[in-house]
């Protein structure tokens, strides 16, 4: 049974830092594409970032580019979305989430397993 455990999310102020953390369970990691996604109240959930199961290509949505950084550990089976220069605006539920898709997936669609979620919270 595939398990996403994401961690790292809280209350911070605009300009400030968060690390989150998804712990992953029950698949073979290194063969899985990863992504991070997020849900704001009242709206739809979006893609945030995204990174091949090789590891050595990453992409971004264009709010997030240059403040976020996605990144994995295989040895410990987790994915971390760094977060730098938070804004109100990033405020939402942010899901881990895993795909075997052929090609890296941007959609929520083409993601297999996802986390429960973890709160994020940027005050102005």
Not at 85 to 90: A, G, W
Not at 92 to 99: E, I
């Amino acid at each position: 049974q595939v398990q996403l455990v994401e961690s790292g999310g809280g209350l911070v102020q605009a300009g400030g830092s968060l690390r989150l953390s998804c712990v992953t369970s029950g698949h073979t990691f290194s063969l899985s594409h990863k992504g991070w996604f997020r849900q704001a109240p009242g709206k739809d959930r979006e893609f945030v970032a995204a990174i091949t199961r090789s590891g050595d290509t990453t992409y971004y949505a264009d709010p997030v580019k240059g403040r976020f950084t996605i990144s994995t550990d295989n040895a410990k089976n987790t994915v971390y979305l760094q977060m730098n220069s938070l804004k109100p605006e990033d405020t939402g539920v942010y899901y881990c989430a895993v795909s075997e898709a052929a090609r890296l997936p941007l959609r929520r669609i083409e993601y297999d397993f996802w986390g429960q979620g973890t709160q994020v919270t940027v005050s102005s």
